[in-house]
């Protein structure tokens, strides 16, 4: 398959009479046209991007708080734990309806809400300024909880004696986090941080569920989705069949995805020199 994908980013694909496909070597074209001239595509890149990072600062953020907070001998520690790792092994399909009806305009609960507050409800997915914030929310959520239980078991293996020994200097607890707390947490965030920006950049599922248009003015159209849409033909605009030009795409979000794989595997192999 990556192979065919390859060779159909080079041609253009079209349906021939006798139920067949003829394939029409086109060189680059599908590759300057879309980073030419497909506005679209352009603006799912832009989309993704803020996606990820949005989505990944807040998930990092949000799981190193609760498993500090977690990590201090409080009640129902474990059950806590559970209840907040268990979005992240449902499917994302079966979240993004659950979600969808949450946000649901004409009989989501969170207008339900609002209107029992005797304020006006918002059409959450439908208008430009709220569609992305909602699957950013509902992302955060679902993957808070793999956030946390890695940086839960990564605080239960630091040196308890560097804590003695900060406290003994007469050390703050804020001093403590920003010198001890956060600089041996330094792996793991990074591998966080970049897995998480890799699964973000190759989202799809959330996106085609909740707003199975793109949104409003194109505000939720990622790259992943881009990409559906163009290979099964929901953009007349596109040249022939739409699956050598989908092809191009693909390999455009590959390499995208492969940049940031590679730049974890260089800084993972510096550390392991040093």
Known sequence: PLLVSLVLSFCLVEYNYEGGVDLTFVSFRNYVEILTNDTRFLKSIGN??????????????????????LNTKIK??????????????????????????????????????????NMEPVNWLREENTAMIVIIVMSVWSGLGFNMILYSAALGSINKTYYEAAEIDGASKLQQFFHITLPQLKPISFYLIIMG???????????????????????????????????????????GWGMGYASAMGWIVGLIVMVFVALYFYVNNRKEKS
Not at 49 to 69: E, G, K, P, R
Not at 200 to 207: P, T, V
């Open 76 to 117: 129902f520690k474990k059950a806590i734990r559970t209840i907040l790792f268990i979005p992240y092994v449902c499917s994302m399909v079966a979240i993004s309806i659950m979600w969808k009806w949450v946000f649901d305009y004409n009989y989501g609960i969170l207008n339900d809400i609002l209107i029992s507050l």
């Open 48 to 69: 993704t991007f803020l996606y990820a990072i949005v989505t990944v600062f807040l998930q990092i953020v949000l799981a190193l708080i609760l498993s500090i907070c």
């Open 197 to 239: 920006f890799i699964g973000s950049l190759q989202s799809f599922a959330n996106f085609q569920i909740m707003t199975p248009d793109g949104g409003p003015n194109n505000s939720t159209l990622t790259m992943g989705f881009r990409v559906f849409q163009v290979a099964m033909g929901d953009d007349a605009n596109v040249p």
